[in-house]
């Protein structure tokens, strides 16, 4: 019996897309504590002292991290479709 289906490797098909899951759940996290950290940096202190000092000096360095991050998951994405999707069929391809 032949098949029309390539020999290939779906478990590692599979769990590569699982870890892309995975890493779409925690840039979800990432970008809620990214958002709770800045409103906090940005709210006026209640009392004095040497952190409400420093509060807006912290601030860009939230938003540099998460710019970072942003495009670490969108290379990883892009990563992700060339391998298996764009690129799938070329010699010594994802699958060898």
Do not use: C
């Not at 002292?49 to 360095?61: C, T």
């Amino acid at each position: 019996m032949s098949s029309d289906t390539p020999s290939t490797d779906l478990w590692l098909e599979r769990s590569r897309l699982d870890g892309m899951m995975l890493g779409a759940v925690s840039y979800g996290g990432f970008f809620i504590l990214t958002v709770q950290a800045a409103a906090t940096l940005m709210r006026r202190p209640q009392h004095g002292g040497k952190i409400a000092d420093h509060r807006l000096a912290l601030l860009p360095y939230v938003l540099i991290t998460f710019v970072l991050g942003t495009i670490g998951f969108a290379a990883n994405a892009k990563y992700t479709q060339m391998i298996w999707i764009d690129l799938r069929d070329t010699p010594g391809g994802p699958s060898h």
